[in-house]
């Protein structure tokens, strides 16, 4: 499984998800390639989705290398993590290329619209106030136009059809809840297998702070068994 680090598009790094991607390996019975792609501002889109896209296509014909099977490779990512993972798949899909096993994507950013109800009612919310997000996207995506693009904005693409089966965390206090039910919400539409799972009480990042909110370490055991019961299967 490929895990695409959250951040922003700007920070995190492979030691600041390093306790969550040894839990998931060990709950899921996976070996996890965690990915250390290219950040902004120093490297602006579509710099981290090229070294994503890479990394899975890499996996896809070199797992064995690394003591893994080729022919299940699934995909993982929270916030923009979460951005990337569901990027990576609808690429893969839109090149006939082998799409992900699976994917789990942890209070995924999907549009920069801005424009749901959670956005608006949580505009000072914890760890990404609405000016924080402000701030990624102008270090990501300088250029407005860029914003549109379904490769930035993967719930702006026409047709989900083909898409993995897939896992949608949110939680209830987080801006990006909504977008998060709505990406879940038109995969189902499109035939797509879908797990939606809100945590009503949490805030964005929950799932990396587990000494101060234990739920965030039950959550971790909940995406670990899912990607273990979809990995399990296949060739």
């Excluded at 929270?78 to 290329?97: E, I, K, P």
């Excluded at 490769?151 to 998060?180: C, I, N, Y």
Aim: charged share 20%; with cysteine; aromatic share 8%.
């Amino acid at each position: 499984m490929a895990y695409f680090h959250g951040g922003g598009w700007v920070q995190g790094d492979l030691e600041t998800h390093h306790g969550l991607c040894a839990r998931l390996a060990e709950r899921a019975g996976a070996i996890v390639v965690a990915v250390d792609y290219r950040l902004a501002p120093e490297h602006k889109f579509p710099a981290a989705v090229e070294d994503c896209l890479a990394a899975y296509r890499w996996l896809r014909s070199r797992a064995a290398e690394l003591g893994g099977n080729a022919g299940r490779v699934g995909l993982a990512g929270d916030s923009a993590g979460g951005n990337l993972a569901a990027v990576v798949s609808q690429l893969s899909a839109a090149a006939g290329d082998p799409v992900p096993t699976c994917q789990a994507l942890i209070y995924p950013g999907l549009d920069f619209s801005l424009d749901t109800p959670s956005h608006r009612e949580l505009e000072d919310g914890h760890v990404i106030p609405r000016e924080r997000i402000l701030w990624y996207m102008e270090q990501y995506l300088p250029n407005h136009a860029d914003r549109l693009d379904p490769k930035a904005a993967p719930m702006r693409a026409k047709d989900l059809a083909g898409q993995p089966p897939t896992m949608v965390v949110t939680a209830g206090f987080d801006p990006l809840r909504d977008e998060g039910l709505a990406y879940a919400e038109r995969l189902r539409a499109a035939g797509v297998d879908v797990v939606y799972r809100e945590y009503p009480g949490q805030i964005h990042a929950f799932v990396s702070l587990t000494k101060a909110i234990p739920q965030g370490l039950a959550c971790t055991m909940e995406i670990g068994d899912y990607l273990r019961s979809r990995l399990a299967g296949g060739p």
